[in-house]
């Protein structure tokens, strides 16, 4: 018998903002685990924490189900029970919309009852016994499991009326090289897998290639076999994975299998900023979801995460016009900690008339790209795979840039090569250490230059192309002014002698005491009519461990002609390209802002606010109006109140009153050469601001 379907007044997707989810992942070999879980008592509990949606589980990661399956194993304690249209009827009453919860390949009963579908890493071991920890049975996508995923996908879609799925772990937890991935490597490619890694050996980028391939066939055969008996259901899959480095194998084909995007986050407020910019711009369906826990960490059950760091987490995804979901985990003998739901509601009660203020596209200046086939460090060359730890410079330079970003109150957007014929929505392109960037994301970066457009570019971008093959220079040298003369990953302690020409951007640094750069560098010549903004100035040498110039560190030495920092004119725009990636520099944090600043003047909008404030703006012409956000998350919560912020606004229409959102209190707004300012009298945590020009 099918559950009644959602209360009238809930719209799925679109305005379910506050989400929940009670992880279940409790085994049964106890006859005590769940015994107490009562159906009555969660659905009051997700009544308590003011949740419209709710994210639970039909099976877990133990791989056991909690309705009568004819495909899998029931869990035990409810033996004969369907505990799963239990739930979805006490939540459709209360109007609360209901995802089912399925694990993909983080299965243990499966992984018992099939040794055969286990995976198998480079030195032979089953199972991936290098995964998160040994309690967890993983499986591979690319053996029999993938029947057993299509058959109980089909029995509990056709079983329910829900309002969507969503599949968790569809990722890599490594790199496998069990039988059933090396016969479809040797029936598509060829051959033996590759057991080495090199970055630019067309061989093992194939191999990075296809099991992103495999990943994403894995993801949409799911997603197919659930649209076919659930054709008005919503589908996602975890997307967490995809700013994660290439051992998950998230990448392009996974997101096209999402309706929306949706992904659990554990960091501070940098890495919740990065992931929402990332997930907003790729998902095809808004709003996309951030997640995040009650507990302070998945492995410490009784954490928990205070007030005011609930509401700045909660606050953040506001800003960034993402819905919330929140995660809290089931005691084993099934008792919701009503004490996190209580906590969750009272938060959601103070900022829940703000999520109906949101929607649009988010307005940026700035575009940070980020390269889904660059997660990766070139330094792992000639490395066996074992022995590779998911190093990724191009996420952490592209965190790095957004930190800096963030803290200097530059707005921006991130993008992908989803977006490449959306790049002149933006004045400029940062394009940090792309280790692997193809022909068209080139073309596309030469025609955004050409035509009025700024870029900074780094170290390798654009050297090799997506199938590991280098080019003897880079596919952007035109743009960027530059050719190579050597390429090298590693560092290379040197110090950046500032030119004339480039004396505004590096403020107090001089010749003589030049900023010191630990970190790789480049060796490039200026092509005729380029810039040069820095140079190379060398330490002094070491011929050997007993002669040296200073015991505890490596004065600069010898002025070169190197160039650093090139700054090229093409077409109708400008180039820099940093042979030293300068977003790895914490010490040249406000050069490089200085630089990107200089590639922008007269920016969209500008803030005088403390660094712990980051600020977005979306428009929303149907309503007449552009939204301004500014949220405080500090490092110690709960935040300190922070007075006099001052915004200054260029928008192309005029603006006529600037209120606070929701109560719609009027700020005081002044006009001046084309700018609107407006002050913001005292921010605790969250500020919506409209600035209505209709």
């Known amino acids: 018998m099918r559950a009644p379907r959602a209360a009238p007044g809930v719209r799925w997707p679109d305005e379910t903002w506050r989400r929940t989810t009670v992880d279940m992942h409790i085994p049964d070999w106890d006859p005590a685990f769940m015994a107490k879980f009562d159906v009555e008592a969660f659905a009051a509990a997700l009544v308590q924490s003011r949740t419209q949606a709710v994210l639970c589980a039909a099976q877990s990661h133990t791989g056991l189900f909690y309705y009568p399956t004819k495909v899998g194993v029931q869990h035990q304690q409810f033996a004969g029970r369907d505990l799963v249209a239990e739930l979805i009827a006490a939540c459709h009453r209360r109007g609360i919309a209901f995802e089912l919860y399925l694990s993909l390949i983080f299965d243990r009963w499966a992984y018992d009852a099939h040794p055969e579908w286990r995976g198998q890493d480079a030195l032979g071991c089953t199972g991936f016994e290098f995964a998160p920890q040994p309690r967890y049975g993983v499986l591979c996508p690319n053996s029999g499991y993938r029947d057993y995923v299509r058959a109980w996908t089909r029995e509990v879609c056709a ?17 496998c090289y069990c039988e059933h991935c090396q016969r479809r490597w040797a029936r598509e490619e060829g051959g033996e897998l590759p057991r080495t890694v090199d970055w630019m050996d067309p061989r093992w980028v194939a191999f990075q290639r296809r099991r992103e391939r495999w990943l994403g066939e894995f993801a949409t055969m799911a997603t197919r076999t659930a649209r076919r008996h659930r054709p008005r259901a919503t589908i996602s899959h975890q997307s967490s994975t995809l700013p994660s480095n290439w051992v998950k194998g998230a990448s392009h084909p996974l997101v096209p299998a999402c309706d929306f995007l949706s992904g659990d986050f554990y960091g501070g407020p940098l890495q919740g900023s990065f992931a929402r910019k990332l997930l907003g711009g790729l998902t095809r369906r808004r709003p996309f979801v951030f997640a995040t826990s009650y507990s302070s960490s998945l492995r410490d059950h009784t954490g928990r995460k205070s007030d005011a760091l609930l509401e700045s987490k909660v606050s953040a995804a506001i800003a960034d016009h993402s819905a919330f979901l929140f995660i809290d985990a089931i005691d084993p003998d099934g008792t919701i900690n009503t004490g996190a739901h209580a906590a969750i509601g009272r938060v959601h009660d103070r900022l829940k008339r703000c999520w109906p203020e949101l929607g649009g596209e988010r307005v940026a ?220 520099m914490p010490g040249l944090r406000d050069v490089f802002v200085r630089l990107i600043r200089s590639l922008a003047p007269a920016m969209t909008f500008e803030a005088k606010a403390p660094t712990a404030v980051e600020v977005t703006l979306f428009a929303q012409p149907a309503r007449r109006r552009h939204v301004l956000a500014l949220v405080n998350f500090q490092a110690e919560q709960p935040n300190l109140p922070v007075d006099g912020i001052e915004v200054r606004v260029r928008l192309p229409r005029r603006i006529r009153r600037a209120r606070l959102l929701p109560d719609g209190k009027s700020l005081s707004l002044r006009h001046a050469g084309g700018l609107a300012t407006l002050r913001l009298p005292r921010l605790h945590t969250l500020a919506l601001v409209a600035l209505e020009h209709g």
């Open 159 to 175: 079983r329910y009326e829900f309002e969507g799925i969503f599949f968790d772990m569809t990722y890599w937890p490594g790199v």
């Open 365 to 584: 200046d700035v575009a940070l790209y980020y390269s889904l086939d660059s997660k990766f460090d070139p330094r792992d060359n000639g490395r066996p795979v074992q022995e590779v730890f998911e190093a990724d410079s191009h996420t952490a330079a592209a965190m790095n840039v957004a930190s800096a970003l963030i803290t200097a109150h530059v707005p921006f957007a991130i993008v992908t090569a989803q977006h490449l014929a959306e790049l002149d929505r933006h004045r400029v392109l940062i394009v940090p250490q792309a280790h692997h960037l193809s022909p068209r994301e080139a073309a596309a970066m030469r025609a955004f230059v050409r035509s009025g457009g700024a870029l900074y570019a780094s170290a390798g971008t654009s050297l090799v192309d997506p199938t590991g093959r280098r080019r003897d220079d880079f596919q952007l040298a035109d743009v960027l002014g530059v050719s190579l003369v050597r390429a090298d990953w590693n560092p290379r302690p040197h110090y950046l002698a500032p030119t004339a020409a480039g004396a505004a951007v590096f403020g107090d640094w001089t010749p003589d005491r030049p900023p010191f750069a630990p970190t790789l560098g480049f060796e490039v010549r200026a092509r005729p009519g380029a810039e040069i903004l820095a140079t190379t100035t060398r330490i002094w040498p070491t011929p050997d461990p007993t002669r040296y110039s200073s015991i505890h560190s490596n004065p600069p030495w010898e002025r070169t002609d190197l160039p650093e920092l090139v700054s090229h004119r093409f077409g109708r725009g400008r180039a820099v390209y940093a042979a030293t990636p300068l977003e790895d």
